[in-house]
């Protein structure tokens, strides 16, 4: 199956558009986006009604603030993993602690602005477990995978290319790094690298973080 993929640029955060024999997207980007989005679709030839799914990789305010103006937009279900649901449908704020000097720098930073960050809340309505998730149904040659550690529900979404969109189990931009690299924030390191061994022994060969652009899995086997 040929596969189509198309960043779109939702404030610090990049989410994806997978095209396949159907479409979904992955990551719903910083809340007030909607607008970004629709200029974002407008350069690919995907109309919004063709989104049948929209994958979340994790609850944090920067990857779940616009998802219900997406959905609303393109009539998309909504999947994410059930240990983060309630942090989207009750517009919940958690922030990861940092792993790193930096990280622990920036989380006091972003702990200072969530006064005014406000999450539009909405249903899940396709609840991801830990064993995974076919996306065949939708169309897309690929699964979910449960990869917890930078929080205790994120997920990424291994396409059969060797395609890995992996929300922030990596991260690739100024100013959380400055080369490609594992997370500055998570909740538990160790299951952060437990899940890069699972996605590489699953056949992940090109990463797409959710900050910066994409890199090849031989760095992160590398940093292991």
Same mark, same amino acid.
């Given at each position: ?22 479409? =979904? ?33 994790h609850?944090?305010?920067? +990857? ?9 937009i @393109? ?22 602690p ?18 005014? *960050? %406000?999450?539009?809340?909405?249903? *899940?309505?396709?609840?991801l ?6 996306? #065949?149904e ?11 550690? %930078?929080?205790?529900?994120? =997920?990424?979404?291994?396409?059969? @290319? ?18 490609? #690299? ?20 699953? #056949? ?6 959710? +900050? ?13």
């Amino acid at each position: 199956m040929n596969m189509s993929i198309y960043p779109i640029p939702l404030g610090f955060d990049q989410a994806y558009i997978i095209q396949g024999e159907g479409v =979904v997207m992955i990551d719903g980007g910083a809340p007030k986006k909607a607008k970004a989005f629709i200029k974002g679709i407008k350069k690919t030839l995907i109309k919004p009604e063709d989104i049948k799914l929209l994958i979340l990789t994790h609850g944090h305010w920067d +990857h779940i603030g616009s998802a219900k103006d997406i959905k609303e937009i @393109t009539g998309a279900k909504i999947a994410m993993h059930k240990r983060e649901k309630d942090w989207f449908e009750k517009s919940l704020k958690p922030l990861p602690p940092g792993v790193i000097l930096w990280g622990k720098i920036f989380a006091k930073i972003m702990a200072m602005f969530m006064p005014l *960050v %406000h999450i539009p809340a909405t249903d *899940v309505d396709v609840i991801l477990e830990d064993e995974g998730f076919p996306l #065949g149904e939708f169309g897309i040659a690929g699964r979910v995978i449960s990869t917890p550690g %930078h929080s205790p529900g994120s =997920v990424s979404i291994l396409l059969d @290319t060797g395609d890995a969109f992996v929300g922030d189990l990596a991260m690739n931009a100024f100013p959380l790094r400055l080369s490609p #690299g594992l997370p500055i924030f998570a909740e538990d390191l160790q299951k952060v690298k437990d899940s890069w061994k699972l996605l590489l022994d699953s #056949g992940a060969k090109k990463i797409y973080p959710a +900050h910066g652009n994409p890199f090849s899995a031989e760095i992160i086997r590398n940093v292991l």
